[in-house]
Antibody
Framework: EVQLVESGGGLVKPGGSLRLSCAASIFSISDYRMNWVRQAPGKGLEWVSSISRTSSYIYYADSVKGRVTISRDNAKNSLYLQMNSLRDEDTAVYYC??????????????????WGQGTLVTVSS | EIVLTQSPGTLSLSPGERATLSCRASQSVSSSYLVWYQQKPGQAPRLLIYGASSRATGIPDRFSGSGSGTDFTLTVSRLEPEDFAVYYCQHYGTSPPNSFGQGTKLEIK
């Protein structure tokens, strides 16, 4: 079965840095747009960043723009999120998610079809 | 940026009852880009519905989605004990941001 496994989370002080990784198995990430989504404790889902198959198109949420960098290594079948200048409000479980697609009513439709189990990032002094 | 507002915040129902969850967009969106997810405590979200009304693989037919324009609905026809969870809608357009609603918690009455 398709698997996404995140790693790299942990406790970091405000202003610190962390690099998250997401290793995929069973499928090749080179065929898919990939994403990071986060969830603060007790809160809802927040989309963080997306990267196209060949890294040509990269998008960030305004809340993290300028502080995080998404990247991918298709040869290693892995996705990354470099997080710098971390703030208290970045504390969250970070999920990687695959963009799947389907065809319905003649239109290609997109969604997050597979998610990892998440890795917890805690920013605290 | 499209803002999605879900209602109610919490819905208290009993197994066997019908659940109706709402997702309202701040501007008209294509139904092709409206997605629903289910999340249980300690788990990652699970894809339920895409394109507003198409069930994802393996999702029981008691789950259905409908709507267009700015108003979308997720209906669970007869609640099973495993259906009590938090539900999120998402607008997944041709380019990000891929905004989520704030969620509706479906709890056992």
């Amino acid at each position: 079965e398709v698997q996404l496994v995140e790693s790299g989370g942990g406790l970091v002080k405000p202003g610190g840095s962390l690099r998250l990784s997401c290793a995929a198995s069973i499928f090749s990430i080179s065929d898919y747009r990939m994403n990071w989504v986060r969830q603060a404790p007790g809160k809802g889902l927040e989309w963080v960043s997306s990267i196209s198959r060949t890294s040509s198109y990269i998008y960030y949420a305004d809340s993290v723009k300028g502080r995080v960098t998404i990247s991918r290594d298709n040869a290693k079948n892995s996705l990354y999120l470099q997080m710098n200048s971390l703030r208290d409000e970045d504390t969250a479980v970070y999920y990687c998610a695959r963009t799947g697609f389907g065809l319905a009513r003649g239109v290609i439709q997109y969604y997050f079809d597979y998610w990892g189990q998440g890795t917890l990032v805690t920013v605290s002094s | 940026e499209i803002v999605l507002t879900q209602s109610p915040g919490t819905l208290s129902l009993s197994p066997g009852e019908r659940a109706t969850l709402s997702c309202r967009a701040s501007q008209s969106v294509s139904s092709s880009y409206l997605v629903w997810y289910q999340q249980k405590p300690g788990q990652a979200p699970r894809l339920l519905i895409y394109g507003a009304s198409s069930r994802a693989t393996g999702i029981p037919d008691r789950f259905s989605g409908s709507g267009s324009g700015t108003d979308f609905t997720l209906t669970v026809s007869r609640l099973e004990p495993e259906d009590f969870a938090v539900y999120y809608c998402q607008h997944y357009g041709t380019s990000p941001p891929n905004s989520f609603g704030q969620g509706t918690k479906l709890e056992i009455k």
